[in-house]
């Protein structure tokens, strides 16, 4: 199965920036064969391929609490501290906590998060919660 995402934003450079700080292994290349600023990275893990692409958005945001311009997407962090891990990175590199982390009984742990761009974005935990 094959995934495909593409995150809009304002500044390309400031969200390769977040992204590839708080998921170290996300990695991004520019392709200049578009007629938009348009980066392509990919997601690897079981026997799931995930492109994962940023560009420039095409057209204005909605206002602020109005809703969000898209779909929200949530990824996968391995337990709970590396959930506390990323938010304290979200944080420090200018996004916002949307919803602190919550238990999802039987599951494990998921969280809403504010990129720099003003997209919502999810993380959960793969492993089950204690």
């Known amino acids: 199965m094959q995934l495909y995402i593409e995150i ?17 292994s996300w990695s991004f ?7 938009i600023e348009y980066h392509r990275g990919t997601i690897s893990a079981d026997n799931t391929q995930t492109a994962i692409n940023i560009l420039k958005r095409p057209v204005q945001a909605p206002p602020p609490k109005h ?3 898209a ?13 506390d891990e990323l938010e304290a ?6 996004g916002k906590i949307a ?3 919550f238990p ?18 999810g993380v959960f935990t793969t492993t089950l919660r204690e």
């Open 8 to 24: 809009q934003v304002e500044d390309c450079s400031r969200a390769i920036n977040f992204y590839t700080t708080i998921f170290p």
């Open 29 to 35: 290349t520019q392709d200049s064969n578009l007629p």
């Open 67 to 69: 809703g969000t311009n």
């Open 71 to 83: 779909f929200v997407c949530s990824f996968p962090v391995e337990d709970e501290k590396a959930l």
């Open 89 to 94: 990175k979200v944080t420090e590199l200018g």
């Open 99 to 101: 919803m602190a982390k």
């Open 104 to 121: 999802i009984p039987g599951r494990g742990w998921h969280g809403y998060f504010i990129d720099t761009e003003g997209n919502t974005f």
